[in-house]
């Protein structure tokens, strides 16, 4: 198993960027592939962003490619998600997922682990 916390949300105008770090502790952090998800008030939560256990292979969604980078660092245990160009739409509660041997899926049931989330919005 492993532990995951969820760090860097805020408000942000439109347009504007934040990084979104997810720590993790318990397990060798490199047996697992991650997810960032989001869930917006009243919506389902969605998949974000996904990474395989070396870093070597990311994966996003439609709404956020060419925007957000993810990227981790196994010596450090940490994921990254860096947002650029924000739309009000983005404003979420993000949330780190890990799945252990993952690969970096986008099926939220496939992740065992999970952050408690942090707040990103973004004012219009």
């Known amino acids: 198993q492993v532990q995951l916390v969820e760090s860097g949300g805020g408000l942000v105008q439109a347009g504007g960027s934040l990084r979104l770090s997810c720590a993790a502790s318990?397990?060798?952090?490199?047996?697992?592939?991650v997810a960032w998800f989001r869930q917006a008030p009243g919506k389902e939560r969605e998949f974000v962003a996904a990474i395989g256990r070396s870093g070597g292979y990311t994966y996003y969604t439609d709404s956020v490619k060419g925007r957000f980078t993810m990227s981790r660092d196994n010596a450090k245990s940490t994921v990254s998600l860096q947002m650029n160009s924000l739309k009000f739409e983005d404003t979420a509660v993000y949330y780190c997922?890990?799945?252990?041997?993952?690969?970096?899926?986008?099926?939220?049931?496939?992740?065992?682990?999970w952050g408690q989330g942090t707040q990103v919005t973004v004012s219009s």
């Open positions: 997922a890990a799945e252990y041997l993952g690969w970096g899926t986008r099926q939220s049931t496939r992740y065992a682990s």
């Open positions: 318990g397990r060798t952090f490199s047996s697992y592939g």
